[in-house]
């Protein structure tokens, strides 16, 4: 992105406010209408998380406890690191959100038996109630992103990110071996060796 785009336009340390918005949509429009795919879905990805984040301050509930609450709402009581694998952040983040989640109620934190090594975390009633409370909230900032677009155009729009989606996954998963093979060349060959 350009030196003077989207970026640089928001005020340090706060949110993007109604002049920096417009800004935004004047450069993506006139100014660089051309620019890359991930610059504009990085955009598009920020405008729904202030949106939602504003809506989630009234229930004094922050964005980063949102992204843990919804993966425990699809599968409670899964480990600490699985948690951190599904929400997309290093352990350590997750860590600090469960800390905070646990000292407002929200979570509890568990060993099975027989099993001293893994931390399960689980939602409490608490927890488990801001579902119906939140979900409503996340439902509302997607239908008011969407408002005027064809369904078709947005049934296109879920096919290309998808595939985006996909498309890096692949990236990803293939540099693995790549990155590994470079770090331990002789590591590698005796594993390529042994099949």
């Not at 984040?53 to 229930?59: M, P």
């Not at 689980?122 to 119906?132: D, Y």
Request: with cysteine; hydrophobic share 40%; net charge positive.
């Amino acid at each position: 992105m350009s030196a003077g785009g989207p970026s640089r336009l928001r005020t340090a340390g706060g949110p993007a406010t109604p002049d920096d918005r417009d800004e935004i949509l004047r450069h993506w429009r006139e100014g660089v209408p051309e620019d890359r795919l991930a610059h504009l879905v990085r955009d598009c990805t920020r405008a729904f998380q202030r949106a939602l984040t504003a809506r989630l301050a009234a229930h004094d509930v922050s964005f980063g406890h949102w992204t843990f609450l919804r993966v425990l709402w699809e599968r409670d009581g899964i480990t600490q690191r699985a948690l951190s694998q599904r929400a997309g952040v290093m352990e350590p983040t997750t860590f600090a959100a469960v800390t905070a989640m646990e000292k407002r109620g929200y979570v509890s934190r568990r060993h099975r038996a027989g099993n001293r090594k893994n931390v399960y975390i689980h939602l409490t009633r608490a927890g488990r109630a801001l579902e119906r409370r939140l979900v409503p909230l996340a439902v509302e900032v997607n239908r008011i992103g969407v408002r005027g677009v064809p369904a078709a155009d947005q049934r296109t729009a879920r096919r290309v990110l998808l595939a985006i989606i996909a498309n890096l996954a692949r990236d990803e998963r293939a540099a693995v071996p790549a990155r590994t093979q470079r770090a331990n060349p002789a590591g590698s060959r005796a594993a390529a060796a042994r099949g």
